[in-house]
Nanobody, 123 residues
Framework: VQLQASGGGLVQAGGSLRLSCAASGRTFSSYVMGWFRQAPGKEREFVAGITRSGGGTTYADSVKGRFTIFRDNTNNTVYLQMNSLKPEDTAVYYC?????????????????WGQGTLVTVSS
């Protein structure tokens, strides 16, 4: 599967952005999907994940209550709605697909990656 992330940009603290990740192919619903981010000088970290059906989600503690992951299997797209953004949310955000049954949070478990989209939150 090929992934194309979009929706990043510059936003003030407290603002919102919605990231999108469009997937190619007809088997999108067979993949667990995740969002990761990488800030300058830091390792890539898990942000949010969603099960194949969309019925289950999990979040990093740092974004819980502010970010929402959801997917549209009809349109082969996964989204990350980001509210109450903070300067520490500034990073390149990546979507990823995992070809397994279970929702995982580990970077190395994901098989396919998008190119990343930059989110910058100003204070």
């Amino acid at each position: 599967v090929q992934l194309q992330a979009s929706g990043g940009g510059l936003v003030q603290a407290g603002g919102s952005l919605r990231l999108s990740c469009a997937a190619s192919g007809r088997t999108f619903s067979s993949y667990v999907m995740g969002w990761f981010r990488q800030a300058p000088g830091k390792e890539r970290e898990f942000v949010a994940g969603i099960t194949r059906s969309g019925g289950g989600t999990t979040y990093a503690d740092s974004v819980k209550g502010r970010f929402t992951i959801f997917r549209d299997n009809t349109n082969n797209t996964v989204y990350l709605q980001m509210n109450s953004l903070k300067p520490e949310d500034t990073a390149v955000y990546y979507c990823a697909a995992d070809n397994s049954k279970y929702l995982v949070v580990t970077l190395r478990e994901y098989d396919y990656w998008g190119q990343g989209t930059l989110v910058t939150v100003s204070s």
